[in-house]
């Protein structure tokens, strides 16, 4: 028997990515997604490529096993493979971690750079445009009244210090109004400055909360929060990968991190009635995302709704 009939299924596929990585956009491009999730359009802007090329690269490496498809709506976005969902999941991750060696490009960051801040503006405008019917659109997904009770319930549980808490997209106040007063000192972040108008009129007069009209920025509160929520927030942002990064280097060590968000779905008009840039998210997207953000998992809920929803409570500890 010959040297190549002897190779298994999973090593084979793994000389097949070897071989797709031979080009140099394809590299890249797998370089590009170590965080984040692209559609065929933005990846056909960032890298300067027409979309029947950018389509049968994208095919080449969807084949290879280096990167999956989701459809988003009318559109596909592409992210890597997940190491764990493959038959040779080290291999896959060694592989990974010697691309991520590589330097991006100054031209790709700053592509990336305007990229974002597109994303970002189109959801702050949505939010600026909608403040007065948010809440109603968004009760058709998902109410507060629907899953409140169970993410209160579960911080009580948490083993932690009660200092500081920073709510990442705090809307109109209500996890704020149940829990604010368990903390010493509460900052409530919302781009939304109608939404933070409503928290207040909510709250009142609290000495130990303080209101900021911000994204969660890196190193602004880094190593201080015993406690960092985001509740409905991350489908919102334009990348959830480098959201939770932040989040957790917002956290102290034995911190814990509160993530409540939709699980995937296909419902095509949360985009335009509430503002959403992704349709939720795949429970392995997130753990491998706060596993590279150094967080290990502490306890999983799963909610489902009407409409089809279902809301994932996942909780984390840095």
């Known amino acids: 028997m010959n040297a190549s009939a002897q190779i298994s299924s999973a090593n084979f596929r793994l000389l097949e990515a070897f071989k797709a990585l031979g080009d140099t ?3 890249r491009i797998v370089r590009l997604m170590q965080q984040d999730s692209f559609g065929v359009l933005e990846l056909c802007e960032l890298f300067e490529v027409r979309q029947p090329a950018m389509s049968h690269h994208l095919k080449v490496m969807v084949e290879a096993g280096l990167l999956c498809s989701r459809r988003e709506g009318n559109s596909l976005f592409y992210r890597r493979m997940l190491p764990d969902q493959t038959d040779n999941p080290d291999a896959l991750r060694s ?3 010697l691309i991520d060696d590589v330097e991006l490009g100054a031209d790709i960051e700053k592509a990336l750079a305007v990229l974002r801040k597109t994303r970002t503006e189109r959801s702050v405008e949505f939010f600026q445009k909608n403040s007065e019917r948010f809440r109603s659109q968004q009760d058709l997904i998902a109410g507060y009244g629907e899953y409140g009770d169970s ?8 083993p932690l210090s009660k200092d500081l808490w920073v709510e990442v997209g705090s809307g109109e106040g209500e996890l704020l109004e149940e829990l604010s007063e368990e903390f010493a000192q509460v900052i409530a972040l919302d781009v939304s400055v109608e939404l933070l108008e409503k928290a207040r009129s909510r709250l009142g007069v609290n000495a130990g909360i303080e209101f900021v009209h911000s994204e969660l920025r890196p190193d602004a509160y880094s190593g201080q929060a015993d406690l960092v929520s985001c509740n409905m927030v991350l489908h ?5 990968a480098d959201l939770i990064t932040t989040m957790a280097e917002t956290l102290k060590p034995g911190g814990f991190l509160l993530l409540t968000d939709l699980a995937s779905h296909d419902q095509e008009w949360a985009r335009e009635s509430c503002g959403d840039i992704w349709l939720g998210f795949d429970r392995e997207e997130l753990l491998a995302m706060a596993s590279k953000a150094g967080l290990h998992s502490h306890s999983e809920q799963y909610l489902a709704l009407r409409n089809g929803f279902r809301v994932q409570v996942l909780i984390f500890e840095k």
Do not use: C, D, K, Q
């Open 25 to 27: 956009l394809r590299f």
């Open 95 to 97: 592989l990974y971690g």
């Open 151 to 158: 993410i209160a319930e579960a911080v009580r549980a948490l």
């Open 236 to 240: 919102h942002v334009a990348s959830p």
